[in-house]
């Protein structure tokens, strides 16, 4: 009995020095990845906004010349405008093991409809919004580090300068010009459809066009719109992906 008390305090002092010992060899760990120098790059975020959701991708690289695995990296970014959060991308977990570097892209995304449920003006009109960017990760898969920084940045609207104009009829078909300018830094791609309505706010006709149109790029298109029913006022949705993004009157009352 005295031989296996004597042995489970081994252990158990073994077992603490262990448990001490680990922010040790963390630090170290830390230090050494520090001495490397040039041991860890982040690209400049690119965003898509294609089929109603908004697409950022990051692209970074990571020496893990530590003794310990670097695990559950990942990258959490919000967005606010003002004091609310309209946004946030949480990019998925990857994972360095110790001695090896990875190369790859952080990716996430987020519903438009999601965003404009919070601020319906993005789309149409420009800002300054605010941002906090987290960056986590692990090492040894037990002692977690958090890296933040916050800055404010210019969103430029995808639909600046949207104009919806009434051209013609031509018995069977209601004509508008729509004309867009993408002052957002990421292009724009997917349905954009064009919706009338008669003075009973019934529909009448509607009609969709694939737009792709790159960041600062101007985009002008008719729309032919074939109708059940003639008027000459009304009023005329556009959508994009589902989303509405104007409304308005049209013709004489």
């Avoid at 898509?48 to 990258?75: A, H, K, Q, W």
């Avoid at 990019?91 to 438009?112: D, F, K, Y």
């Avoid at 449920?117 to 040894?140: I, P, Y």
């Avoid at 066009?209 to 000459?232: A, C, H, M, R, W």
């Amino acid at each position: 009995m005295r031989h296996t008390n004597r042995a489970l305090r081994l252990i158990i002092a073994i077992l603490w020095i262990a448990v001490l010992m680990l922010p040790v060899t963390v630090a170290l760990s830390l230090l050494k990845l520090l001495e490397g120098g040039n041991i860890a790059g982040i690209g400049e975020p690119s965003l898509t906004l294609s089929d109603g959701n908004l697409f950022m991708s990051i692209p970074f690289r990571i020496n893990n010349t530590g003794f310990y695995d670097i695990s559950e990296v990942c990258i959490n970014i919000e967005i606010y405008n003002g004091a609310e959060k309209i946004a946030e991308f949480s990019t998925q977990r990857v994972n360095i093991p110790a001695g090896e570097m990875a190369a790859s892209n952080l990716s996430a995304s987020v519903s438009l409809e999601d965003l404009l449920s919070k601020d319906g003006k993005l789309l149409t009109n420009d800002t300054e919004l605010n941002a906090s960017v987290a960056f986590h990760f692990r090492v040894a898969h037990v002692i977690a580090f958090k890296i933040a920084k916050n800055f404010t940045f210019h969103w430029g609207a995808p639909f600046s300068n949207l104009t919806i104009q009434h051209v013609s009829c031509n018995g069977t078909h209601q004509v508008f010009s729509v004309s867009i300018f993408n002052n957002a830094p990421f292009p724009i791609s997917g349905p954009l459809r064009l919706e009338i309505l008669n003075p009973s706010n019934i529909t009448v006709g509607s009609m969709e066009q694939q737009i792709d149109v790159p960041s600062k790029g101007l985009y002008q298109g008719l729309f032919e719109v074939p109708v059940s029913e003639l008027t000459n006022n009304g009023t005329v949705r556009l959508y994009f992906a589902d989303i509405l993004i104007r409304e308005e009157r049209w013709g004489s009352p």
